[in-house]
């Protein structure tokens, strides 16, 4: 488990928002539907994991300002961890 400070709004939707600390647990196996710490191509995301039957991997922002991020062959991807907590101040 560890902590990892939020830079951005784009998972507001569902109550992360900029600057709050995200509590990960890297020993949980990342399932559609989850919030999940992923790095692609380098860059780290904080986003909903969709695993459609019929297509890619998709990485979903909970902000209607950000556009799904599709996982396409040959990107370098990986999970970081599950997102289990949000802490934020008032």
Known sequence: TYYVRTLCD???GVGIFCG???VVDRARTP????VVVAVLDGQILVKTLQLPRDGPPQLVAANPNFQPIRIDAGQ??????????????L
């Open 76 to 89: 370098a991807f990986e999970v970081w961890g599950v997102v289990t907590a949000v802490i934020h101040r």
């Open 20 to 22: 709050d600390l995200l």
């Open 10 to 12: 784009s998972m507001q």
């Open 31 to 34: 399932t559609h539907g989850q």
